[in-house]
């Protein structure tokens, strides 16, 4: 967290973060505005400090020969934010805003208009980059990480543990807790724990990540969240029922003969699959990228070439309404039916086999 104070007739910056930098810049007493650079280098957006930031102003009241009324500094409401393309609220909460950076260097001069009375005072604006969130979960036992004190379902804590169900969470940052309430996957199969977080992506979309436990064989997934609001493998299915054989430690399954995914989980369409990996060698901004496959027939000759890495280049995905067949590519992701020649060598193994991803709309 990061903090700057602007005192009546002095400057103060105060230091307390050093990946998140607050500089104020200048304060309009007639129409209550302050304005302050918020600023972060190359490099230092990570998973615990994000590109999208919650901002906040305190305020003291000043009286007329420039002394504080009382000792108590007051969370200012916002009434509005500049610049405005970066800034979103948390619904009708107005005792701070979201400012979205990006993911590089990054500054912006922000300018708010505080919705208070006193007509002097002094202020100070905090930024925070890393929301209050659940670092580990056993259990109903959760952990929570952020600035204590920490305020769950309404009522303050001491500590750092809460055993119970959590349906909003923040901190004495007044910052929302990320997700809804903490997480944006709501499935009971979420998974947690000192490793396995439910985040937002601090690269590429941004978008949500988490994890599950597959119940069936104790597997656990990453799984991210697309623009279509569906929940996305970001890895292979690893289960070993219908697999038709293992190529560099994944499992394959025969086109014809498609495995079953986890409780609520589902194979995704032809469509679907082929709007999702657009381009796989380029990159995923989703973060569930396909990494290099090779053609596995149930013959176990991957491609008609000895060895799993003959097929060099290819990105094979079984999908829900193929008949028989499998999707592969070169430099990208295509798709194709089962009967003899196809486009990647002529008279391959027409039972094919390829991996699995699933997907869940919430």
Known sequence: MKK?????????????????????????????????RVWW??????????????????????????????????????????PTASVTYDGSNRQGFWLQGNSGSYSATVTVQLNITASKFNWCAYVSDYPPNVASLNGSVYTLKGSPPFVVNGGTISGNTFT??????TDATGCPGIGSPYCSYTGSDLYMDVTHLCQQRTSGAKNWEAYIKDSRDNQIYRITQFSDDNWWFADDLAIADKSVGTCNGKRYYSGNDKPTCPSGWQLPTITQALNKFTNPTTGDPYGATLE?????????????????????????????????????????????????????????DSRGAARARCIRNL
């Open 4 to 36: 700057t104070c602007f005192l009546f007739a002095m400057l103060v910056s105060v230091t307390t973060n050093a990946q998140t930098n607050v500089e104020p810049v200048s304060a309009n007493y007639t129409d209550k505005t302050v304005s302050f």
């Open 41 to 82: 280098n190359a490099g230092s957006r990570n998973a615990t400090h994000l590109s999208k930031v919650w901002v906040w102003v305190d305020y003291i009241t000043v009286n007329s020969n420039n002394t504080t009324l009382g000792n108590s500094w007051t969370r200012a409401a916002v009434s509005a934010a500049s």
């Open 164 to 169: 119970g169900t959590i349906n909003s969470l």
């Open 292 to 348: 290099v496959g090779c053609y596995f027939g149930v013959s176990g000759i991957p491609c008609g070439i000895t060895g799993c890495d003959g097929c060099g280049g290819r990105y094979d995905l079984i999908g829900s309404d193929a008949i028989n067949s499998v999707f592969y590519g070169n430099n990208g992701i295509w798709y194709w039916n089962c009967g003899g020649t196809h486009g990647y060598g002529a008279n391959q």
